[in-house]
């Protein structure tokens, strides 16, 4: 396994070179900074920079994403796949005083997403990062017009070889494309972004089961089992489109698929059970279970335009359709260890049980309102009403349950 990683590293590493060499003299995206980009201090991200007290999973305690809070440049959008990079340019977090402005804010904060955006320059850009513990992330976009002003199209590849400190890696594979269509007052942008992470080490997690702790662990001390590796795609893919329908009115929406293949995953578990360490050593190896959620939103806005007394008006709907598999794990029980003495196992030959399905149809009708007065203040209020359906299914039977709050 080490000789193969190696060799990975090494053609990547060549490949780079190669880039670097081969690279002609165009515009690159030197300017994009997280921190010259930070409008507040709430949080937000630029490439793999990131500023502020927040971030994307972690606001106020609450995660934006599992609270259904995720925007892709305003548009609502169920995520459940991460967005590659290749595609993605930054985050912001809107919570507090950086929500007023923002239509139907959330108490748990609000993650919006901004895509990478085609314009009328011909950019190539290549970046090499050297990541902690002996790491590489390595980059190439570029964007390219085709009919100036109306039509031009953004995309990029990248290859990462991470490591941690406790001795676990993992390789990752990311590609996307994003054209830019338009014309007159009406703009249209799909995109597709794909995340790949394969050989990835099972991580094990180490808990004490009393009022103790073990011994500390050599930092590069893998303790996880060569065949134990895990491998998943995260793929995202839809559309947006806005269209200016006057003066005054607005028309703006999307729709997007967000979608998780796990092919394989493990969970790997030390269970100390005295202070000198003597553990418990459990794994739990995953069938292949898949997660997908099509999301859509479509907002009118009146807007009176800048003055001393503004007002805004949004109308609009939002849903979500979303599959998810879980269970079906085969757990084995590799008897009693030493923490910190590795324990090889065979690879055992697994035997899944049938997944458990949950299915969730979600529709929102939106009403919001916003009046601000020059030198006073503003308010900002609004209403929705949701319909909820959710099923279960499972060996041991299915379950439902509904509501339609306000």
Do not use: C
Request: aromatic letters at 10%.
């Amino acid at each position: 396994m080490g000789a193969k990683r190696a060799m990975s590293r090494a053609v990547a590493s060549l490949a780079w070179a190669m880039t670097v060499v081969s690279m002609p003299a165009v515009a690159q995206r030197a300017a994009e900074n997280a921190v010259a980009s930070a409008s507040d201090a709430f949080g937000g991200a630029v490439g793999t920079e990131t500023t502020g007290i927040y971030s994307d999973t972690d606001v106020r305690g609450f995660n934006p994403q599992k609270a259904g809070n995720a925007r892709l440049e305003g548009v609502y959008f169920d995520q459940v796949a991460a967005l590659s990079g290749r595609v993605k340019q930054s985050n912001t977090i809107r919570v507090g005083f950086a929500a007023l402005d923002y239509p139907f804010p959330a108490p748990t904060g609000i993650v919006d997403y901004r895509l990478r955006t085609a314009g009328n320059e011909s950019i190539l850009s290549t970046n090499m990062s050297l990541t902690a513990y002996g790491g590489t992330i390595l980059e190439a976009d570029f964007q390219q017009p085709l009919i100036k002003d109306h039509l031009s199209i953004v995309a990029g590849i990248g290859y990462g070889q991470i490591q941690y400190p406790d001795g676990a890696q993992l390789e990752n594979f990311a590609w996307g494309v994003r054209p830019r269509i338009r014309f007159n007052d009406i703009e249209v942008q799909p995109f597709y972004s794909h995340f790949k992470t394969r050989n990835a080490d099972v991580r094990p997690i180490i808990r004490a089961s009393g009022p103790y702790l073990p011994a500390l662990i050599a930092g590069d001390a893998y303790l996880g089992q060569p065949w134990a590796q895990s491998e998943s795609n995260n793929i995202n893919y839809g559309m947006s489109v806005r269209a200016r329908l006057s003066d005054h009115f607005t028309l703006r929406g999307g729709a997007f698929r967000s979608r998780i293949e796990k092919a394989r995953n493990f969970t790997e578990i030390f269970n100390v059970i005295d202070p000198n360490g003597l553990s418990d050593h459990v794994l739990f190896a995953d069938p292949e279970q898949n997660v997908t959620s099509d999301s859509w939103e479509t907002t009118l806005t009146w807007d009176s335009g800048e003055s001393d007394l503004r007002n805004v008006v949004w109308l609009g709907a939002r849903g979500r359709s979303r599959t998810t598999e879980t269970g079906g794990s085969d757990i084995r029980n590799f008897g009693q260890v030493m923490l910190g003495a590795r324990d090889i196992e065979a690879l055992p030959a697994f035997v899944f049980s049938p997944v458990s399905v949950g299915e969730v149809e979600q529709t929102h009708y939106m009403l919001g309102y916003l009046v601000r007065k020059r030198g006073l203040g503003q308010i900002n209020f609004g209403a929705q009403r949701a319909a909820y359906d959710a099923n279960f299914r499972s060996s041991a039977g299915r379950t439902s349950s509904s509501a339609d709050p306000w």
